[in-house]
């Protein structure tokens, strides 16, 4: 990478970053969690972020002490699925993150382009449901890749997508394994919540609030 970043493109994570549904994954893998007779603390959900549906059941049920066959585990995972839904369907178009709409709005306007790189299944739905699909150039989710965080195939997918090289790529993340994956793949990565959690990042903001192209300055 060189000295000062040149950014051409910006992959952002979903859950966490665009949209508040981070809460939701927590209240429903903590319904989960009760059901099989353990809890799940804030704490021990940040772990979690960013981690595939699969792998994030098999660190609970690792956690909890629970083994169960393939099927049991496909059940687990539907039943949480389904409450992570009611929760999505719910949801109003105004759980968009604050600044998010007008950060991308002006990357689209800077003529930089604009990638999704989501481990979830249920991205499309919910961009959707926000009404910011149309400011995506690419989307890449959880129905795509094979290897997940942090793995950086999500964002190496959407990078090649855009045809845009690692180099001018910064990434969007609020998950560690995000941040890491980012990194792993040659990207810059601005971490968005809290620093002492994001320390891989090469910058940490708390939001999108007031937050334009400016930022890439400080790359
Ligand atoms: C994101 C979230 C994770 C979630 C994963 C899969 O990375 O941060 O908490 O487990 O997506 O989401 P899905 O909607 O497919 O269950
Ligand atoms: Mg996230």
Redesign the pocket.
Known sequence: MSEKADIKACLF????VIVDT?KY?YLAWRRLCNELGFDLSEAENES??????VE?LEILLRKGGVSLAQTEKEAMMSRK?GW?LEYVDAMHADEILPGVREFLTSVKKSGRKIGLG?????ALPILEKIGVMPLFDVVID?TQVSKG?PDPQTFQLGASALEVHPDNCVVFED?AAGVEAARAGGMYAIGVGDDAILTGANLVIPGFEGIDTDIFNKL
């Open positions: 994570d979903l859950d966490g981070a994954h979690l972020k960013g981690i595939s549906r994030s699925n992570y989501s481990a979830s299944k249920n959880g965080k998950a």
